[in-house]
């Protein structure tokens, strides 16, 4: 991300995404008409050109961001070096743009946020705290980790995604910087991830939390820690999340699945992509079948009840849809919704793509039942 646009994307992201309730299921569902439904509220924008070979079904409010992104002229990731990959333009870049380009309101802040370093082996990582400016607490407790393939992102690109849960759930939200790759190999991340599950545990009353009502989310590569960290909780006899919101999670290895056939040139995330996050982040590829990346792989017995999401224009799809099956079979507890016509990283955009507006309530829907 450019450097000038990451300061004003901070300052332009610390909204409140007030969401309307979204009915929750027990079993996988599609979303279109309860989705626009509910859509007054986003400022309808259009495309300026046909849907892309890669995505005939995708919402024009999605194409919209996936135009504004190409408009940068960014060259592709995959060609790129981490140092300068880093620098690329975001996903939250071109919502921003268009946020300013169509004057959409900002709604103020619910939230007051604060960051902290933490002690982790080998190191130290920070968190960014978003806490509820609404009553004294004690609060729920949310800890979050970003996307990026373990490799890019930081904790302003997800900003929104963060923010909307405290804000929704009305919960404290740690978001955790874990270290990237390729500086920080595999396990590193995942070692910060659980570092941090276990600070927020120790520290919940001071953070003005509910050590009894603890739960993670995740996106993407973000996803994978979420679910790492219940299973290590469990391993450990750790207090295990009360729940996990893994939003389209890598969950295993295989890039021959038919979303990933499917999807392969889609954006933001193609297979291209996928393959040079697991170069950059596994020491060999052997290690793609470690459990901890194949979560397919993982004893997933005893984990929290889970929520999965899923967007239907991603090479990751089924990775969520194969790790829901697997987690009912380990006798999980599983609610999932995949959303029709939008892509990877959908999860942060509620202000300009009502599909994003529907999963975070969806998503704040399940947490809030699980606090209860």
Known sequence: MKTNLLKLSSAFFALAISLSACTSGDKTTNTTDSVMADSSAVVALKPAGPPPEWGKTIKPEMQTVIEKLASYGDQPLETLDPAAARKNHTPTDAVMDLVKQNEIEVPAPQVDTSGKDINVAGGKIHVRIYTPKAGNG?????????????VIANLDVYNASAQGLAEQ?????????Y??????????????AFAA????????VSLKGDPAKIAVVGESA?????ANVSITARDKNIMIPLHEVLIYPIAQSNMDTESYKLYANAKPLNKAMMGWFTEKYLTTMIEAQNPKISLVNA???????TTIITAEIDPLHDDGTI???KLSEAGVKVNSRNYEGVTHEFFGMALVVPEAKAAQAYAAEQLKFAFK
């Open 138 to 150: 004690p609060y729920p407790l949310i800890v979050y980790y970003h996307g990026g393939g373990f």
């Open 169 to 177: 759930v009305n919960a404290v939200v740690v978001s955790v910087a």
């Open 179 to 192: 270290r990237l790759a390729p500086e920080s190999k595999f396990p590193t991340a995942h070692n910060d």
């Open 197 to 204: 599950y276990e600070w927020v545990v120790k520290n919940a």
């Open 222 to 226: 973000g996803g994978n820690l979420a």
């Open 299 to 305: 004893n997933l017995k005893g984990l929290p009840p």
């Open 323 to 325: 790790l829901a099956n």
